[in-house]
């Protein structure tokens, strides 16, 4: 069953959260869509952490220290690094496997936040996200027109949803960032292409990674991929340069661009693309977190964190 959103329903959430018109057109448009529009609904009060687990500096603040902004740099891991970075990865697979299990129809993305918190706190990890910029959950659950950030509340899944999960872990000291797209019931054909392309897209663009070559190519790969399937890339979301930081230098664009900088071994970057079936166009709504689509479109993504080596990359996160 297709759930609409309803004028009035539509009306409300307009209100509460300040959409443009912009947003209101492509909405009113989009009522007869085959799938469920979605904005932001009610959440829950905040979830903490127990103090025996290692916070990253902004957990208590949720704001960035000035040492953790900036910086031009793109740092080189050492071993000990390194090592930090290849279990935070594992541990964030881990944890969104775990999560996966629990997708169904009917299950809220409230749910999806509580228990990805319960598996952090099990593990002795920190849920990343968690008020990172005052982020108020554990994970970015972002479904159907929400390209990315969306704030996990008490909407149900619905039948026909995709739903991207992004989960990142703070453990000993490491970031590991990972996300997948999931199938919910039946998605039309549409839908699926726009995973299975995302999916490939990422993918393709880890391939041409290795010490010597350019940045440009991730995005340029990327760009290519989602052309040929009839996607837009979304150009408003990066991956970025991960470790000690959520994230740090070098910026990773996902659309075709020109630039002479070149990958170096031991450097540490998400590759995490989001695909459109419609334009490429977001608006963040006035949570300050919850990027739509403009004209109402199902956007798809996939992310990796990945370790350049001698001869390619290690998919930290696979
Ligand atoms: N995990 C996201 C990324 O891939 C970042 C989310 S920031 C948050 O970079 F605060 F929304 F969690
Ligand atoms: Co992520
Ligand atoms: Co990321």
């Not at 909407?155 to 995709?162: A, F, K, Q, V």
Request: with cysteine; net charge negative; proline share 5%.
């Amino acid at each position: 069953m297709i759930k609409k959103l309803s004028y009035s329903v539509y009306r409300s959430l307009r209100t509460k959260f300040d959409i443009s018109s912009a947003y209101n057109v492509a909405v009113t448009k989009a009522l007869d869509r085959k799938f469920s529009l979605v904005l932001p609904q009610e959440t829950t009060p905040f979830r903490t952490i127990p103090d025996h687990i290692q916070k990253p500096p902004y957990a208590v603040t949720g704001h960035l220290a000035p040492k953790q902004i900036g910086g031009e740099d793109v740092e080189v891991k050492n071993k000990h690094q390194i090592v930090g970075m290849r279990k935070a990865g594992k541990m964030a697979r881990k944890i969104l496997n775990q999560t996966a299990e629990c997708l169904k129809i009917g299950i809220t993305t409230d749910e999806i936040d509580a228990k990805v918190h319960q598996l952090c706190i099990e593990n002795d990890v920190y849920p990343s996200p968690l008020n990172y910029k005052h982020f108020p959950k554990s994970v970015c659950t972002s479904i159907n027109n929400v390209a990315c950030h969306g704030i996990p509340d008490l909407r149900p899944l619905t039948d026909g949803d995709i739903i991207n999960v992004d989960i990142t872990v703070f453990c000993d000291g490491f970031h590991g960032d990972l996300s997948e797209t999931y199938l919910i019931g039946n998605v039309d054909e549409k839908g699926r292409k726009l995973v299975h392309a995302t999916k490939l897209a990422r993918d393709a663009a880890i391939s041409v990674c290795k010490p010597g070559v350019e940045y440009c190519q991730i995005g340029k790969t990327i760009s290519s991929v989602a052309e040929a399937h009839g996607f837009s890339v979304v150009p408003a979301f990066i991956g970025h340069g991960i470790g000690e930081r959520f994230h740090c230098p070098p910026d990773i664009f996902h659309f075709a661009y020109e630039s002479p900088e070149v990958m170096k071994e031991g450097v540490t970057f998400t590759i995490e693309p989001i695909l459109s079936e419609g334009n490429d166009e977001v608006e963040i709504l006035s949570d300050g977190w919850t990027a739509v689509m403009c004209d109402g479109s199902r956007t798809a993504q996939f992310e990796h964190t990945v370790l350049v080596t001698k001869d390619g990359v290690e998919i930290l996160t696979e």
